[in-house]
């Protein structure tokens, strides 16, 4: 008599599973037939290939399909970020102000939508950070960002490399901000990183950052930065 309702509690409990999973799955399905063209031509960015200006900005104008849609699956997110710097990128303030502020905003509402989805990633805190501080330098708020950055990210070679050129355009008062990140990356970059490829990252460096990274270079001494003044082979 006990097997009868065992039963049906199961065989419910399965159809149930069931459900939930092709509902999960038909919305994955959906998702990734949305956004198709938005990683197709995400990835041909991303291999350097030519894209039009006005295929460039079409596909970064539906990227706020994404965040509309709430879609939070790492590769969509990761091909939206792709657009909306791209279309950032071909935009320029001094010849057309509209249009560049207009890009500068969609790119920041994306990025805080990419990290409301992954926030641990330590690229997406570096490129808000970046176009926050293109529209608007708040020292404050642009350190914490370039903070959270290095936190997440302390030792990736190639990630502090890219860091480096954004440390190099920010003002005194950003990086006097963010001190401890900025020592953390500079000590890490020259105690750590590849000799050929940190060389040709600091080939130039600001005026506001030249005396930091003088300093740095001073504390780690000649015997940790005599290997920097060594021929690089190409």
Known sequence: MLRGPFVSVTRIAFLVATAA???LSGREL???IRTASISIVAERIE???????DIAAKYA??????VDGHYCRSDIVAAGVTLVLAQLDRQNVNVEYDAWAAAASSARHY?????SCMPTNSNFWLRLAAVQSVIAEEPLSVAEMMTRSVALAPHDEA?????FYFWNDLTNATLAAAKTALDSDLLTMLKLGDRCRVNATIKEISPQLRPIFDRT???????ATARFRQRCSR
Do not use: K, P
């Open 111 to 115: 990025l805080q939508h990419a990290l």
């Open 21 to 23: 999973f092709a509902a």
């Open 30 to 32: 959906y998702a990734s």
């Open 217 to 223: 270079w001073t504390e780690l001494g000649d015997g």
């Open 159 to 163: 990630i502090i490399l890219t860091r």
């Open 47 to 53: 291999r350097g290939e030519t894209v039009s200006d």
């Open 61 to 66: 104008a539906r990227t706020i399909d994404i």
